[in-house]
């Protein structure tokens, strides 16, 4: 896959306790294999969905042994140092300064204004996702959850060449960020359904044959059920927290029900 549009998302990957705990897991639940561990890059694991880069995992940095286990998705920069500059001057909280992979690239952690953790990569050799969009085990989707539609919906496109559409729907509040005319990333408000004390954070989606099955798979596994399955225009869908916290949900985009809802361009 070619390196993608600035602000796309190109790669995800998660920090575990357990690492072989979690590649045994996601190879149930995700039909994953997994690469070779790169000790000179902490341990880091690629995941394969039929032979095809699709994720990473590794174990936590030295002194985040006590962070939760979280997925971080990754948005597309030609230019890391000087997205990092677009995210502070819009408000939003650098976390990991720009850091050369080797020669796989550049990264960077970032928070936006309403909570939620994003990473930035700058592609050299790695390129990112090599899934394609829908196919089993691969990434699909992403949306940011956040109780500051106000300050998100101002924070990104002003990072990133994002143009926004909201939905035409009372009851819920969500809006999609497109780039070049495609959808790349939604943002939902979270609602009285969510717990308080939920951060916001940014949900990755991935693609599975069936959405029922991974879900009893996951569940069999100890992965908690917090939403779903439900059917939707775009899918098939639940939300999961894996056995070691990490949340992330299933989507069978093959097994859609419904029209797809009206959106309207957000000046």
């Not at 149930?28 to 070779?36: I, N």
């Not at 109780?147 to 559409?165: C, G, I, L, S």
Request: glycine letters at 10%; aromatic letters at 12%; a negative charge.
């Amino acid at each position: 896959m070619a390196v993608q549009p600035e602000g796309t998302p190109c790669w995800a990957d998660a920090m575990f306790a357990d690492v072989e705990g979690a590649k045994s897991f996601y190879a149930d639940v995700l039909g994953w294999t997994f690469g070779e561990s790169q000790a000179e890059f902490g341990h880091y694991t690629t995941a394969y969905a039929d032979g095809k880069a699709a994720a990473a995992v590794s174990p936590p940095m030295p002194g985040e042994e006590q962070n939760p286990s979280s997925w971080c998705l990754y948005l597309a920069s030609q230019d890391t140092a000087a997205t990092v500059t677009k995210v502070r001057d819009n408000g939003g909280e650098v976390l990991v300064e720009p850091m050369e992979v080797g020669a796989f690239g550049t990264m960077a952690l970032a928070r936006d204004p309403g909570g939620a953790v994003f990473g930035i990569w700058q592609a050299n050799t790695h390129e990112g996702f090599e899934t394609e969009m829908g196919a089993p085990g691969g990434y699909c989707w992403g949306e940011d959850f956040t109780r500051d539609a106000k300050a998100v919906d101002a924070f990104y496109p002003a990072v990133f060449p994002y143009t926004e559409q909201k939905m035409d729907e009372a009851t819920m509040d969500f809006a999609v960020f497109e780039v070049q005319g495609q959808p790349v990333l939604g943002r939902m408000v979270m609602n009285k359904d969510f717990p308080p004390d939920l951060p916001s954070f940014l949900n990755v989606y991935f693609s599975v044959p069936d959405c029922d099955a991974a879900v009893a798979k996951a569940t069999e596994r100890g992965a908690v059920l917090q939403f779903g399955p439900m059917d939707s225009p775009f899918g098939r869908f639940a939300s999961i927290t894996d056995p070691q916290g990490a949340a992330f949900s299933v989507i069978d985009v093959t097994t859609t029900e419904g029209e797809m809802p009206g959106m309207s361009p957000v000046a």
